[in-house]
């Protein structure tokens, strides 16, 4: 009775080693993966935001080019009128320029974020499977040392002096 109540507490805390193995590989997995994916929306965001950028700089040149012909078809072109919406145009593309920039660090930080984030749970997966591994020993550990695990003493009857 006591082998077979070992056994099945050996093979418990096998079962629970092996556990805790297979869930440390696939965390270590499902961090990769997280990273990968991470990166690919950085590329992603990087892409969106470099193409935002031609589009503001092309915008403008074309607003440019459409001001300056009216203003030589009217005869205005060396206005001060001329060169203040001009330069109202140059600073609107800035500020659109800015924003895009900011916009793209933002969406970088919330991916790193969330990558850590998701490194963070994945370790945590790791530590409740070893505290469950350590839950498993524990109990057994309490199981081996009650007096039915062990089965009947051979010394019950003797006494200590005879």
């Given at each position: 009775m006591a082998v077979a109540t070992t056994t099945l507490i050996v093979a418990g805390l096998a079962l629970a080693a092996v556990g805790t193995g297979v869930q440390f590989v696939a965390g270590q997995r499902q961090a990769k993966a997280g990273?990968?994916?991470?990166?690919?929306?950085?590329r992603a965001?990087?892409?969106?935001?470099?193409?935002?950028?031609?589009?503001?700089?092309r915008e403008a040149r074309i607003a440019r080019g459409s001001a300056l012909n009216v203003a030589g078809q009217v005869g205005a072109g060396q206005s001060?009128?001329?060169r203040g919406g001009l330069s109202?145009?140059?600073s609107q593309a800035g500020s659109a320029l800015g924003f895009s920039t900011q916009?793209?660090?933002i969406g970088r930080n919330i991916t790193k974020f969330?990558?850590?984030?998701?490194?963070?749970?994945?370790?945590g997966a790791i530590g409740g499977g070893i505290a469950s591994l350590g839950g498993a020993l524990f109990s057994s550990a309490g199981?081996?040392?009650t007096p039915a695990a062990a089965?009947?003493?051979?010394?019950?009857?003797?006494?200590?002096?005879r």
């Open positions: 990273r990968r994916a991470a990166k690919e929306s950085q965001a990087g892409l969106e935001a470099s193409r935002a950028r031609r589009r503001v700089i001060s009128g001329l109202g145009l140059a916009t793209e660090a969330g990558a850590q984030a998701s490194k963070a749970a994945s370790l199981a081996l040392g089965g009947p003493s051979p010394f019950t009857g003797i006494r200590p002096g």
